[in-house]
């Protein structure tokens, strides 16, 4: 087999299907090392590449792979130390190298997981996380005692993953005898498996139950997994009974997590449970900000405030359009101007789905009949709890607006609130199609 065609071919198809900016980071010094009876070996440059490339490229990886060579059985990644590989490296890897930071330490820590970057000190605090934020230093300066498990939640590229390790990272700092281990649930659920297969199940439980801090990614596709769900279960037991943090991280809340059974769903809501949602411009200007100062670049205001009013999506996102600007900056060594900004990012900008919240209350309030100022008020009115539900869900689905700003916005709620209205409104909506008939009606007057 010519593995060298084999992987050329592969890679034109991962590249089709993935960022150029990420293809140029994490494929450019990779190679097919071999294959044996089936298991093809990628070559990688180091231990970053290699576990990134794991966790998050495994599956397109094996995929691609698999419909190129049919009698592929596995992919495993190896670490090479090629001449190449040390001298061939893109500025688009660079942007991922902080210089005054030896590569060994941008590693993830074998014993823990954790990767030494998530820290909060380069965490950015705004309305939209504002309420994780504060309950980590909570759980930070009492760990197991506060706010236990601690679920977060919300759509990708949020700052998720950053947060939860960050919290790892600090309790290993102000508290240096905790054992503290993170992982995605793919790996606990691969971990119990297998150790069903090899009759090792009590080696399984004694492995992350000697932990003080457990820290679970992704938990969102468990909703399948009846066994994995049992073996968490009893796990979250262990560590709740003893006074062990538990800390959980998905794309949406546990109540929509299909299949999710009932007794988690309530170990969930004993705890904390808070959402994370799409950074408002502030935030965005902080984060580009903190962002440049890592890497030593000096980009004109206008041209910080340009990418931060028009890239409205993730935080992710927002780091996308930032890595191509400051590629072409070092490529050109030279400054930037805001033309040539607009032009390299104007693929990156989503459509404007923006609205201002007093118009949203407008639009709702005329639709009902009711004077505006009623929905800020405290009443119990039924037809203007309704009104004003609505009104909540309505911010928090289309809008993404943070449910702690929705809720300093109509009146001082608190955030707890606006969650319960968010959530009756979705639960309504499956059963009550006049409802439904409505919030398309409401929609309209949008547009």
């Not at 934020?133 to 977060?152: D, H, L, M, R």
């Not at 989503?350 to 009443?379: C, F, G, H, M, Q």
């Not at 689905?397 to 300093?408: A, C, H, T």
Request: charged fraction near 30%; glycine fraction near 4%; include cysteine.
């Amino acid at each position: 087999m010519d593995t060298k065609q084999l992987w050329k071919n592969c890679l034109v198809e991962i590249e089709g299907g993935i960022s150029k900016a990420n293809f140029s980071t994490w494929f450019k010094n990779t190679h097919i090392l071999k294959e044996e009876t089936g298991i093809v070996y990628v070559g990688v440059p180091n231990e970053f590449v290699r576990d990134w490339l794991k966790n998050k490229y495994h599956k397109l990886i094996t995929k691609t792979i698999a419909d190129a060579y049919e009698n592929m059985r596995a992919v495993e990644y190896i670490i090479t130390k090629t001449e190449a590989s040390k001298q061939e490296i893109s500025p688009m890897n660079e942007i991922y190298i902080n210089k005054e930071l030896p590569l060994k330490d941008l590693y993830i820590n074998p014993d823990d997981n954790l990767n030494p970057r998530y820290r909060f000190d380069s965490f950015i605090v705004g309305p939209f996380n504002e309420l994780a934020y504060a309950a980590s230093q909570a759980i930070i300066e009492n760990p197991g005692t506060k706010y236990n498990p601690f679920f977060v939640y919300g759509g990708t590229g949020l700052g998720k993953t950053h947060l939860i390790q960050a919290i790892g990272n600090a309790i290993k700092d102000k508290h240096p005898n905790k054992k503290v281990h993170y992982l995605t649930l793919e790996k606990f659920a691969t971990d119990f498996i297998n150790s069903l297969q090899n009759n090792k199940a009590n080696s399984f439980k004694e492995k992350y139950r000697k932990y003080d801090l457990l820290i679970i990614d992704d938990i969102q596709f468990i909703g399948k997994m009846e066994k994995i769900q049992e073996e968490l279960f009893h796990t979250f037991n262990t560590f709740y009974e003893n006074n062990k943090q538990i800390i959980f991280s998905s794309d949406k809340h546990p109540n929509y997590i299909p299949e999710l059974a009932d007794r988690l769903k309530s170990r969930f809501a004993a705890g904390m449970i808070v959402d994370v949602s799409e950074p408002e411009y502030e935030s965005r200007l902080a984060i580009l900000k903190v962002k440049l100062r890592e890497l030593s670049i000096d980009l004109e205001q206008e041209i910080i405030e340009y990418v931060a009013e028009t890239i409205q999506g993730n935080i992710r996102e927002l780091e996308g359009s930032l890595n191509i600007i400051v590629c072409q900056y070092r490529l050109k060594n030279k400054p930037l101007s805001v033309s040539e900004v607009k032009n390299l990012i104007k693929n990156n900008i989503r459509p404007k789905k923006n609205v201002a919240i007093k118009d949203v209350v407008k639009i709702v309030s005329d639709y009902y009949s009711l004077e505006e100022s009623l929905v800020y008020e405290k009443t119990r009115r039924k037809e203007i709890v309704k009104a004003r539900q609505v009104v909540m869900y309505l911010l928090r689905e289309d809008f993404n607006v943070s449910y702690p700003l929705i809720g300093q916005k109509l009146g001082g709620k608190d955030h707890t609130t606006v969650i319960h209205s968010y959530l009756k409104i979705k639960a309504d909506l499956k059963n009550n199609p006049q409802l439904l008939q409505e919030l398309e009606q409401i929609r309209i007057m949008f547009k």
